[in-house]
């Protein structure tokens, strides 16, 4: 029986070790921390959990989050009651989660730290703190920080953005997401199960610019720090040339997750293609013939969604430094959403995770004349329309 070693136990080398024994595959786990908390949302779209029901379907505590406030410089703030919830978990819940699936399926979890891989015939040795490991194949999910330089991405200064915040014990139940001038990224502030998510993500800002916009936004928005935890990290953000030569696969491995740059360019988002990627190199790991599984599992990337990520990072300056009808994008952004049921309806898919970027500009184009349409409309419409006179008080003033 073929050997699987998953370097790495987050969501997506839970997910790909939980698909790996359920096929039968004998698999092993290596993780130092195993599950652990981190800054980011926790959000899953739509897309996600309609994929493998089992994100919705279980007993671990979530928030079915149904609207999201947008607010951009100079065009104020727009309410969007979704369509389709987001699902948003604490990443520690989620992640332990996931690995109780992969034990359930049979495979097992080892805690220790990876020293070293080495090949060893057509297989791999590898060398922990409490010894040797032989493996017939990896599937390397170690992350961002991947200490293992032969396998995996290489990822440059200008392939990655900071992502950090804070967690706030304070309930909420709605998104809020703050884009700020010159600044590729944002803020938000997500609602978790007993706190806030509350951070920000930019790339090609130093992560202590990054921490005062995010201090600043919490003193105008009368968000105590008080009692919250601070965290960091650092996110995949590729480049376009980066997408080309992107190494997410060699002899005898694949890479997952943030481990191979499979991160949104845009929003940042990275759950849904960490477990996406981590089904996909299962399933090429399973269906091997002949040893093609390298290439197999490139061209299932690039087929289901590396494509549209590379097309997402030749979109991400434009929206975030770009301008249209003398306004900023995301300022255009915000005022379209509140006047055009039409762009309305595109910003409901983006979040549920439908919507792709390559048919984004196509959809965009279709629908231009005629959201332009319901934004003249709306403006003339309030224009025509009476103010409502102030109403007076009992003595009639």
């Known amino acids: 029986m073929k050997r699987v070693a998953v370097l790495g136990g987050g969501p997506a080398g839970a997910f790909a070790a939980a698909q790996l024994a359920s096929a039968g595959l004998k698999t092993v786990v290596i993780d130092e921390k195993l599950a652990w908390e981190k800054p980011c949302g926790g959000g899953l779209t739509y897309k996600a959990y309609h994929q493998y029901p089992f994100l919705l379907e279980n007993d671990t505590p979530k928030k079915f989050v149904r609207e999201t406030t947008l607010t951009a410089p100079r065009a104020g703030t727009v309410t969007l009651k979704l369509d389709e919830p987001l699902l948003i978990y604490s990443r520690l819940d989620l992640n332990r989660m996931l690995l109780n699936r992969a034990s359930r399926s049979g495979a097992q979890v080892e805690q220790t730290h990876i020293l070293g891989m080495t090949r060893k015939g057509s297989g791999w040795q590898l060398r922990t703190k409490h010894g040797v490991i032989d493996t017939d194949f990896c599937v390397v999910a170690t992350g961002a920080r991947n200490p293992l330089r032969q ?178 994008v995301p300022a255009r952004m915000v005022q379209f959403t509140r006047r055009s049921p039409r762009f309305c309806s595109v910003m409901q898919d983006l979040f549920a995770g439908t919507q792709s970027y390559v048919g984004l500009k196509r959809r965009l184009l279709q629908n231009l004349n005629g959201s332009l349409l319901e934004i003249a409309l709306s403006f003339g419409f309030s224009r025509l329309m009476p103010r409502a006179a102030p109403e007076k008080d009992a003595a009639g003033f």
């Open 151 to 328: 396998v995996g991405t290489e990822l440059s200064a200008r392939d990655t953005m900071a992502a950090l915040g804070y967690y706030v014990p304070v309930e909420r139940e709605k998104i809020d997401i703050q884009f700020l001038p010159e600044l590729e990224g944002y803020i938000w502030v997500f609602p978790r199960c007993g706190h806030l998510s509350v951070g920000i993500c930019g790339k090609g800002e130093p992560a202590s610019s990054l921490r005062r916009r995010l201090d600043q936004y919490m003193r105008e928005h009368e968000i105590s720090s008080e009692g919250a935890s601070f965290y960091s990290h650092l996110l995949p953000c590729l480049d376009t040339p980066a997408w080309k030569r992107n190494r997410v696969a060699g002899d005898g491995w694949l890479a997952v997750g943030d481990a191979a740059g499979l991160v949104d360019p845009i929003t940042g988002e990275g759950l849904y293609y960490a477990l996406r990627s981590a089904d996909l190199a299962s399933r090429s790991i399973v269906d091997e013939i002949g040893g093609v599984t390298e290439q197999a599992y490139r061209r299932l990337l690039r087929r289901d969604f590396g494509g549209d990520l590379e097309f997402g990072s030749r979109l991400a300056k434009r929206i975030f430094h770009g301008s249209f009808m003398f306004g900023s």
